[in-house]
Nanobody, 126 residues
Framework: QVQLVESGGGLVQAGGSLRLSCAAS????????MGWFRQAPGKEREFVAG??????????YYEDFVKGRFTISRDNAKNTVYLQMNSLKPEDTAVYYC?????????????????WGQGTQVTVSS
């Protein structure tokens, strides 16, 4: 049984930082591209960042609204993907989800991911 479990969310003031983690089990983690998505109240889910991995190359992608502030990374030995979020803004408030895609590379389309976590709430106060 595949499980993705996010953690690290919480309440932070604008300008602060949080580090989200997503621990995967039940799959061969290194064979999966990983993505972070978020969904704010009343809004559609949106892609935030993605990461793909081969033996020689790690590829990352960020949407413009987080570029320069967020960093996605992965530790294949720990079956974990991270999202370091700096300079947080109130508009970053959302439930953040990690997702796993069996076919590399990452994709901005949520429908192309096979597995999802339950989400972790991030709230940024002004």
């Amino acid at each position: 049984q595949v499980q993705l479990v996010e953690s690290g969310g919480g309440l932070v003031q604008a300008g602060g930082s949080l580090r989200l983690s997503c621990a995967a089990s039940g799959l061969t983690f290194s064979r999966y591209a990983m993505g972070w998505f978020r969904q704010a109240p009343g809004k559609e889910r949106e892609f935030v960042a993605g990461i793909s991995w081969t033996v020689t190359v790690v590829s990352t992608y960020y949407e413009d609204f987080v570029k320069g502030r967020f960093t996605i990374s992965r530790d294949n030995a720990k079956n974990t993907v991270y999202l370091q979020m700096n300079s947080l803004k109130p508009e970053d408030t959302a439930v953040y989800y990690c997702a796993a895609r069996a076919k590399a590379p990452y994709s901005p389309r949520g429908g192309e991911y096979q597995y999802w976590g339950q989400g972790t709430q991030v709230t940024v106060s002004s």
